[in-house]
């Protein structure tokens, strides 16, 4: 909410206008004569807002009003990993001085899964069943199927994923709660792993790869697999019309051996 009470201050609720809002937009916007943020992120800014107000008044502590529209959203984005871009990012994560061990962990289970960013790294040891093959990203403690308004999967491991997790299972002595720890204190969580993958990111070389870029790699490679969206969707908690609106992009090096098949 910092940038939101920077722009409204003191102001009371009245001064939710649409004028406001497109004010708020411009002056935020990143753009290539000033630096800012992306619309996608200034909506997402917004709509916490309209939340939080609706929440508000729900509780009676305001009066209700009509919230203005949201801004457009930003173009969905298109990139996506191949398979020997993962794998240059994996080994470049190793350079990581202390970053190294929580960055490639994450990398594997993001690529594999396909999970996002924040139920990962929330990851207890008591969420990955070995014996059922699968991670529950569901909060342990309450079951939760939606956090934040994001479903959570339940999803199978593919066999690396799951060799590299036993193998970092069977190395604890004693086995501590959260997956991502301090190297040196494993009572201590490791929160993000942003920097590091940022870093990593620019020692390769790659434009506009974020850690959901994985995401958009793990949705692409199973739709181009053949998997039915309705497979995904359980696969990923993510709805068809969401894989086709924003996350499915062909591999076109494929385009010309699809061709030759065709009678």
């Known amino acids: 909410m910092q940038h939101i009470l920077e722009f409204w201050k003191d102001a009371c609720l009245d001064a939710i206008t649409p004028d406001a809002v497109l004010d708020y937009e411009k002056a935020n ?56 871009e993962f794998d240059q990012l994996f080994a470049e994560a190793a350079k990581e001085y ?12 993001a690529y594999y899964t396909g999970a996002r960013s924040g139920a990962i790294m929330d990851l207890r040891w008591s969420n990955i069943d070995f014996d059922r093959n699968v991670i529950d990203y569901r909060l342990p403690d309450r079951g939760e199927l939606i956090v934040d308004h994001k479903p959570r999967a339940v999803t199978p491991m593919a066999p690396p994923l799951r060799a590299y997790l036993l193998q970092r299972y069977k190395a604890y002595e004693k086995l501590p709660e959260y997956v991502f720890h301090q190297k040196l204190d494993h009572t201590r969580r490791v929160n993000s792993v942003v920097k590091g993958f940022r870093a990593t990111v620019e020692r390769c070389g790659f434009k506009d790869v974020t850690p959901h870029t994985l995401r958009h790699t793990r949705v692409t490679e ?21 894989q086709d609106r924003v996350y499915t992009h062909a591999d076109h090096s494929d385009l010309q051996a699809l061709a030759m098949q065709i009678a």
Not at 71 to 78: E, Q, S
């Open 98 to 109: 202390r970053a190294a061990e929580p960055l490639q962990l994450f990398l594997m289970i």
């Open 29 to 84: 916007v990143r753009s290539a004569k000033k630096p800012g943020r992306s619309r996608a992120t200034i909506r997402r800014e917004l709509s916490d807002l309209r939340a939080a107000v609706k929440a508000a008044a729900v509780n009676h502590k305001v009066h209700a009003i009509v919230f203005p529209k949201l801004p457009r959203d930003g173009a969905p984005r298109k990139r996506w990993l191949k398979r020997h």
């Open 222 to 242: 199973l739709r181009n697999m053949g998997m039915h969206s309705h497979q995904v969707d359980a696969f990923l908690a993510m709805t068809a019309e969401t």
